[in-house]
């Protein structure tokens, strides 16, 4: 016997029309991103942090979770909590599958994700396509280091779908789905850090509907008390108070390194600025707060506050905007989106097809294309520079982890890399004065090195300075490193 379709009920095509005819803009922007990122910017995705997160998960694959560190000789010894170990396995697995070019591609799908979560978030609230555009865009420019490859894009589409659900449940009430927020936190909790934020949001929802007795005790109980032990479901839940407190109060190489200084204000901190005063802005005139929920100007609030304290705070409020903002700007400009079906539709469609056609080509595209910032020469070199398995190898931090993941037999025998939690104030301090010539003695931390990589790129180099030592040669040169090779 044949089953009644019930006529009411919205297909797949007919929810993807809807989408299309109703969504143009936000649609558009996500998908411009996505095909600037595929064919322009991939090459500039791959930093530092990436080749850590990729060297970090070969060692998890291979040799199971760390406990100290055995990779560096300045953190011999060092206690490792790896908390970001899954988006570490996460990249690993993506270049086990296709290489760097897989690698970039997964990191691209984070990022898209994210926005469509960010956008989609405004669009469900009630903001129109016009001011989610608008907000968006600007959210975008804000903080574009947020979408390199790094473990931290694993955790950006897991804040957004958890600011999603706290922000539905500020304005729609707490419900049995809005729980969906702890297992978000669990799987977070063993891929990133900020897994922080997405806890401390959750206890505010729930603490707020507490206090104003809405929707089920319950639930808002469920939240204050499940989100903070949420953050420890990981295998190093008994390290990982020492961790944070390490990372976010006693970090030793904050004042070194650029993300964890304040955003002053500075050419690549300018559209942040422009996103804090629009924010600032909106939440002073009455008719735009009116339209905000206590918990997301508590929200707002507190992710400008860390965007202010250090920069790499400012995707996250990025993000948070992205999601909240809309709809008090539709409180500023106080008209409807103009109703065109058609137009929008061909919009939409010519924004999927050109992200298709760039996804295309991204595949098409060399494996050396993606490289570009990172010869295969200089790799050989260092190669070859370092076959004697007695030879000891200082390179900088932008170079480290690349050498460890491109030649693995460097482990144990690199001075240090990124991970910068694992060294003392002192050694960092000697990093610091070697980098900038400070001091008569600023190259004692190189001693008993055989290999030193300079990087010819960022002043001082260094290279007259070495050479200007008994026995030490150039082996080899190029315009971006400078490899010496001592007694």
Sequence with gaps: MLGIVNSSEPTTSSRVRRISESNPFPLLLVCVIGVLLLVVLAPSLIVGDSWLTLMAGREVVQNGLPTTDSITILGEGSTWTNQQWLAQVLFYGADALGGIKAVVLFDILLVLLTLSLGVATARANGAT?????????????????????????????????????????????????????????????????????????????????????????????ALVVGAPLCILASPYATKLPAYYKLMLIDAPFADTLREWQRSTPSGTTLFFYCLAALTLALVALPRSRRRLTLFELIALAVMMVGAFQAVRGVIWFALATMAILPIALDGLIGRPDVVAPRVNRVISTIAVAALAVALVIALVLPTSWYLDRWPEREVRAVRAATVDPNVRIFATDRHSDWLLWRIPSLRGRMAFDVRFELYDRKTIEDIVRYNGELGPNWKRITNGYDVVVLDAQKPPSHLKEFLADPGTRVVFRDGEVALVRRG
């Design 129 to 221: 396509a016009r001011s989610t555009f608008l907000v968006a865009l600007l959210s975008v420019v804000a903080g574009p280091w947020g979408w390199t490859v790094r473990a931290q894009a694993v955790a950006l589409p897991f804040f957004a779908a958890t600011l999603w659900l706290l922000v539905d449940a500020s304005r729609r009430g707490l419900r049995r789905r809005t729980l969906f927020v702890l297992p978000l936190l669990i799987v977070w909790a063993n891929l990133h850090g900020s897994v922080i934020l997405g806890a401390g949001l959750t206890v505010v929802l729930g603490a707020i509907a507490l206090i104003r007795r809405r929707g089920s005790r319950w639930l808002a109980l």
